[in-house]
């Protein structure tokens, strides 16, 4: 009996014990601590990656666009190569030097310098001039109406985009044995490899597909176009007839998007969603300096035919055209108001009938009001993003 | 669309519900039908509930007449289906030592009340290569109330429980819900429930079989990701019944030799 009464004693202080609350302890992490720490000693990355998944306002959803599933690993590890200039020959270029966050992904030279001081041929297209690469433009996951990449329209996926820049001797220059040596070389490609693939191997085709899964991931959608847009959902503020405003735009801003419906929508989109077409020829020469497309095509139609690019950011993205010959938007208007020049191959929206070139003479109110709207365009949100910011210490 | 929608909905049901994660399920409620001093009882059985299941083992011992202690292990695995590409995968554990008495009436019903501690874990990996590893205490009152005949026996018990998730290792690769629910977990903790324990037996001296069902009463813990209920068979040996055959034989040889 006396064991019994014991017992009880017993019973009693454990369950006293154990009902007053204890602090529990959760302990979140992403990245094993030991790999994080390696991460750290070279790299400002968040302890677990941030979303790439790009939400598209409805104003866009609207017109039917959708963005693929983003891989948060992928695109982290894209990031950090994207950055990374140990892929370049002579460890002094990365994609970024010609593509600059802080000018929505473009350059501002006229031509970009690559490795060893080598000058290239053409303009560096701002990778936020597009709202999404994954949305329809600038992939060929929507079959052949996807958008090709660069100014002649060379390459059809974002990785053989990637690949292009890497081995192009005037960019990065690496063969395809250097990238995969440059990467595995690099202590801090073990873990992101890893988390990423699942297993720490290192191949050049992951190596492109993770590029390709950031640059996918880069999305410009929060303008003041956009939010004006989001706001017009419902009525057609597209339509040059109706002549519909934008409620909070400034008069110039309303006139100028008119000027842009009238004279520029037809080939660079209403909607700044996708172009109208995939090339086109805008009279910047009579005679066929770049042959553009037709140089990968060898079709006389093609000649001097380039990439219709979309607008997107267009204010922070100079100089203009494939050879940056403009350093302003307004001598942007200038050349369509009075500049164009007749081209056997000059498209028809800019040819006033037969073989002669159109001449928009804009007012100069017209070319500010222009102006005004294309500055609509600036996602200011994009070029401080850090999503998307240089990861490197 | 909209006639898509019924659709789209049960395939988006039948998407979450192959993705349940559970972070609790009840063990069974153990009613061991002592009688006497000395008495020991051991079970093993199978157990398990909604895509998982596992064994449990129990003993139990009367050091006097009317007092006895208990120990439970608990152990269980998600099933996962063959086709299953996510590889996703959990399993959880539970080890327990509980103190009490029991009450033999003279109509074959056997009263009992325990009250124990125990702690285990519960180990999840999710779809994407997440883990998770929550420890925890648990701590329970639980009367029951037991009849046995000579064939067949019953028991039903109420288990008051007090659940305290103590320390948690979670690896965040994912992107998902799974992560919320824990989350929900750490900031709900501790939590207090009910479980009721039903067992139907059959078989007689000294081996029985216990067909059991335990339900944990209260629905708001499924959105934390406890089990509903368990389902259970298990066999009881009546250990006992060996030394006390030896003892009555003893005894008897003892009379022969005298």
Not at chain 1, 118 to 147: C, E, K
Not at chain 1, 199 to 212: F, G, W
Not at chain 1, 257 to 281: D, F, G, V, W
Not at chain 2, 233 to 245: G, H, M, P, V
């Amino acid at each position: 009996m006396k064991k019994l009464h014991l017992a009880c004693l017993f019973l009693g202080v454990l369950i006293l014990a154990a009902a007053c609350k204890r602090d529990s302890d959760f302990n979140y992490y992403y990245y094993e601590p030991a790999d994080y720490a390696l991460l750290s000693q070279y790299l400002n990355l968040p302890d677990r990656p941030e979303n790439y998944q790009s939400e598209l306002p409805n104003h866009l959803m609207a017109l039917g666009l959708s963005v693929r599933p983003v891989d948060y690993d992928k695109a982290t590890l894209g990031r950090v190569l994207f950055y990374d200039k140990k892929l370049s020959k002579d460890g002094t270029i990365s994609c970024a030097s010609c593509h600059k966050q802080e000018l929505a992904f473009a350059d501002n030279a006229k031509v970009s310098t690559g490795v060893f001081g080598r000058v290239g041929d053409r303009n560096s297209i701002a990778l936020g001039s597009v709202l999404s690469f994954s949305a329809y433009y600038g992939t060929d996951l929507f079959g052949p109406s996807g958008i090709p990449f660069f100014w002649d329209n060379r390459a059809n996926t974002a990785s053989d985009q990637n690949m292009a820049s890497m081995t192009n001797p005037k960019e990065m220059d690496m063969s395809h044995a250097d990238i995969v040596n440059a990467v595995q070389a690099q202590p801090y490609y073990e873990p992101l490899f890893r988390m990423a693939y699942g297993s720490n191997q290192i191949t050049e085709a992951r190596v492109s597909e993770a590029i390709a899964e950031f640059v996918n991931g880069i999305g410009s959608f929060k303008s003041k176009f956009d939010v004006e847009a989001e706001k017009a959902l419902g009525y057609n503020a597209y339509s040059y007839l109706e002549k519909n405003n934008f409620s909070g735009f400034s008069a110039a801003e309303n006139r100028g998007k008119l000027i842009y419906l009238e004279n520029c929508a037809s080939c660079h989109s209403a909607t700044q969603s996708r172009p109208e077409m995939m090339k086109a020829n805008n009279g910047l020469d009579a005679t066929t300096v770049d042959a553009g497309v037709g140089g990968i095509t060898n079709a006389t139609d093609d000649m001097a035919m380039f990439k219709v690019p979309l607008l997107r950011n267009i204010e922070l993205t100079a100089p203009y055209m494939h050879d940056g010959r403009f350093n302003t938007l307004e001598e942007v208007v200038e050349h369509y108001s009075t500049g164009i020049q007749y081209h056997p191959n000059l498209s028809t929206e800019l040819r006033a009938g037969g073989a002669q070139a159109k001449k928009m003479n804009f007012s100069t109110q017209d070319k500010s009001d222009l102006v005004a709207f294309l500055k609509t365009l600036t996602d200011q949100e994009l070029l401080t993003d850090k999503r998307y910011a240089n990861p490197f210490k | 669309m909209r006639q898509n929608l019924p659709l789209l909905l049960c395939v988006a049901l039948c998407f979450t519900s192959a993705c349940t994660h559970y972070y609790y399920a009840p063990n069974s409620l153990q009613t061991p039908f002592l009688q006497e001093k000395h008495d020991t009882r051991a079970s093993i059985g199978f157990i398990g509930g909604d895509e998982f299941s596992g064994w449990e083992a129990s003993a139990c011992y009367s050091p006097v007449k009317y007092g006895a202690l208990l120990v439970n292990h608990f152990q269980v695995k998600h099933v996962r289906p063959d086709d299953n590409p996510e590889r996703e995968y959990g399993n959880g554990r539970l080890t327990e030592l509980a103190l009490g008495g029991y009450y033999p009436t003279k109509n074959n019903m056997n009263l009992s009340f325990f009250g124990g501690w125990g702690g285990g874990h519960v180990f999840n990996v999710y779809s994407g290569g997440a883990e998770s590893d929550l420890r925890f205490e648990r701590i329970f009152l639980q009367p029951g109330l037991a009849v046995q005949g000579n064939k067949a026996r019953f028991s039903l018990a109420s288990r008051f429980n007090r659940l305290n998730y103590i320390s948690g290792n979670v690896n965040l690769a994912t992107q998902g819900e799974e992560i919320s629910t824990i989350q929900n977990i750490e900031n709900a903790n501790p939590f207090y429930f009910q479980e009721i324990g039903l067992s139907v037996g059959a078989g007689t001296e000294p081996v029985w079989v216990d067909f059991r069902l335990n339900i944990n009463t209260k629905e708001q813990l499924r959105k934390f990701g406890f089990a509903k209920y368990t389902v259970g068979i298990s066999f009881q040996f009546e250990l006992d019944y060996l030394w006390r055959k030896k003892d009555r034989s003893h005894q008897m040889n003892s009379f022969n030799i005298d």
